[in-house]
């Protein structure tokens, strides 16, 4: 249907990154922008990435193509490309979310109490290992101390992290950003135990609803380390308390 | 690096849908044996498709190119087509799972407790609506009655299925078919509401180990259903009681 794909010119700051690694949801943001460029609706509701190369910081093309502009959703495919070579390979769904919906059900969702933004620290931006996080100066994430032994060496053993999110200036989060927030926090295994980089190889976002304007509740949470692998699932709740996305990915650990 | 995607010839089965509309996991399945061939590891461990159009039963062609080709895992994009038009659009990692694996850490994953095969009645393969399920003639899905009020008409509102899955003729589950067993159950909003097809949008599956012989126990449960989407999860754990396999996708819902 396509003459097949528009290519963007894009840059990977190097202060969105761990050590010298761009965050994998801030790389999944920047193709939800191209998706919505590319498509016939302005709100990414559903991303998936595969994390084939880390890009360097600077310059990289982004190639989107549209697969099919529908009434209510388009799919868009999307790949980051440096030196000539995929650094990440993406399939995007975009729609219109109405500012008028409202949940018809959530029994499902998990409890997400936690402490008030003011209670909870500000993660020191430098990994125990003395790897710089720059990302943590540039986004304020705020765990809640019951659920972050890790900062004090102390992990839980439960795999869960709770806190809050910001963006730099107070900037409010919209359905792009919200591809980010999936990916801010650290890896929920670091409250088992710690271990060096959590490579992200996959990362699927789903954007469920327009958050409020303010920061944004998240719960990150690890379900199973097998073969040197784990899944963790984020949930994030706008300062309305509306549950408005979800991220699941699989990431590379070295644990076991 | 690659001349282009490799095309190979297949066919969808009409035995394997819901009315006249093929399952979507039979059709990441596909996808997945297409990608362990074309890669250089011979398991899929994460496997992503976006539904662009449903293909009718019959020939269609796989698209399938290698992104990158690495020593312990390959990334794969390969896509359905039929009538010249994009069916299915999906991005797999390949791997080769060790035999000799164990799981590291688990407290993350939810409780699975269910009757035992024997005393969970097997799905009567045709929807309230009338609509015939064929595929439920094929595989044996087996669901829990305590989990399962919907066959009763009368659905807990819990939104959680429980039961198992076997493949026709006893054949074993493999990486592959675990593709599909992430998708085999009912929607876990019929045991909120029933509503009529629930079509997936996408559905995201990690294989996490290599199966025991012998049928699978499956989880499956939704968690929030806004604006006409619901997210559903899944888990399936192996006849020696490990997790094999874990879905999530995003499927639209008229309900609300």
């Known amino acids: ?36 460029a590319v498509g016939t609706h302005p709100h990414p509701i559903a991303a998936s990435a595969y994390y084939v190369r880390a890009p360097r910081p600077g310059r990289v093309a982004i190639d989107a193509e549209p697969l099919r502009k529908g009434r209510s959703a388009s799919q868009v495919r999307a790949r980051m490309i440096q030196d000539e070579q995929v650094c990440v390979e993406a399939i995007l769904i975009t729609s219109e979310l109405d500012p008028a919906a409202a949940p018809y059900w959530q029994a499902g969702l998990p409890d997400a109490d936690m402490r008030d933004c003011a209670d909870c620290p500000r993660l020191i931006p430098r990994l125990p290992s003395g790897v710089r996080v720059a990302i943590m100066e540039q986004v ?23 806190g809050w999110l910001a963006l730099p200036g107070e900037k409010h989060f919209d359905p792009v950003s919200l591809l980010f927030a999936v990916d801010a926090f650290p890896p929920a295994t670091f409250e088992i135990e710690f271990s060096g980089w959590v490579p992200t190889l996959e990362l699927t976002a789903y954007v469920r609803a327009l958050p409020a304007p303010g920061p944004v509740r998240v719960l990150q949470r690890a379900e199973l380390i097998d073969s040197q692998r784990v899944d963790e699932s984020c949930y994030v709740w706008d300062s309305a308390g509306r549950l408005v996305a979800q991220g699941r990915q699989l990431a590379g650990v070295r644990l076991g």
Chains 1, 2 share one sequence.
């Open 1 to 36: 249907m396509s003459g097949g794909p528009l290519r963007f010119a894009a840059s990977v700051h190097e202060e969105w990154t761990i050590g010298d690694k761009p965050n994998g949801g801030y790389l999944l943001a920047m193709l939800g922008r191209v998706a919505a």
């Open 140 to 162: 304020e994430v705020r765990l809640d101390p019951d659920w972050s032994g890790f900062t004090r060496g102390a992990p839980s053993g439960r795999g869960e992290l709770r």
